[in-house]
Nanobody
Framework: QVQLVESGGGSVQAGGSLRLSCVAS????????LGWFRQLPDKEREAVAT????????FYADSVKGRFTISHDNTKNTLYLQMNSLKPDDTAMYYC????????????????WGQGTQVTVSS
């Protein structure tokens, strides 16, 4: 079982930055892919970025390319999402996930999800 806990959300003005963190505990050896997703109330969940744990290959949604950076520190079992040049459209609840596999921004297999951290960007 893998537990994920996100932190780092908050309220910022447009153009600002935030760094989200997601700490994993438990046995995550079967989770080869990590990712960040976001969701607004009554909207479908949207993939933001994914990273392969071993190769560090990354994928980004078009809407965040050039502004967001996903990274993973194996020594700390922590996933990060650096968000720069934030826009009001980035406002959402952000979730981290650990999955058995990814193909681009789509996760497959056994999955674990965090509880989410709220990001609010004002204009």
């Amino acid at each position: 079982q893998v537990q994920l806990v996100e932190s780092g959300g908050g309220s910022v003005q447009a153009g600002g930055s935030l760094r989200l963190s997601c700490v994993a505990s438990g046995d995550s050896r079967s989770r080869s892919c990590l990712g960040w997703f976001r969701q607004l109330p009554d909207k479908e969940r949207e993939a933001v970025a994914t990273i392969y744990k071993v190769s560090k290959l990354t994928f980004y949604a078009d809407s965040v390319k050039g502004r967001f950076t996903i990274s993973h520190d194996n020594t700390k079992n922590t996933l990060y999402l650096q968000m720069n040049s934030l826009k009001p459209d980035d406002t959402a609840m952000y979730y981290c996930a650990a999955a058995g596999a990814c193909v681009g921004l789509t996760v497959y297999g056994d999955q674990s999800w965090g509880q989410g951290t709220q990001v609010t960007v004002s204009s």
